[in-house]
């Protein structure tokens, strides 16, 4: 199994920046697909961006492209998401999630592990 914890949420005017961390337990991350999911309040949870487990294939909600971009670094077990040019709605909880099947893909439901979340809020 993986635990996945996320970090670096947290209140950002509008335009700015903030860079999600994902930590992940385990030797077997490397291989796993991961994505970024968010869910705001009376809305269903959304794919954000997905990258592959070699990191050779990304997705991305057209919402966020141009503006986010998703990477890994498999050998610190680590996933990132930075979050550029922040728009109030952005604003939403994030979660980090992986799949043992490696290729990029965006149904939740195929996703195997996910973290706890954390908020992100831009204010206007």
């Known amino acids: 199994q993986v635990q996945l914890v996320e970090s670096g949420g947290g209140l950002v005017q509008a335009g700015g920046s903030l860079r999600l961390s994902c930590a992940a337990s385990?030797?077997?991350?490397?291989?796993?697909?991961m994505g970024w999911f968010r869910q705001a309040p009376g809305q269903e949870r959304e794919v954000v961006a997905v990258?592959?487990?070699?990191?050779?294939?990304?997705y991305y909600t057209d919402s966020v492209k141009g503006r986010f971009a998703i990477s890994r670094d498999n050998a610190k077990n680590t996933g990132y998401l930075q979050m550029n040019s922040l728009k109030p709605e952005d604003t939403a909880g994030y979660y980090c999630?992986?799949?043992?099947?490696?290729?990029?893909?965006?149904?939740?439901?195929?996703?195997?592990?996910w973290g706890p979340g954390t908020q992100v809020t831009v204010s206007s």
């Open positions: 999630a992986v799949k043992r099947w490696g290729v990029v893909t965006t149904p939740r439901h195929e996703y195997d592990y």
């Open positions: 385990g030797r077997t991350f490397s291989t796993y697909a």
């Open positions: 990258i592959s487990w070699r990191g050779d294939s990304t």
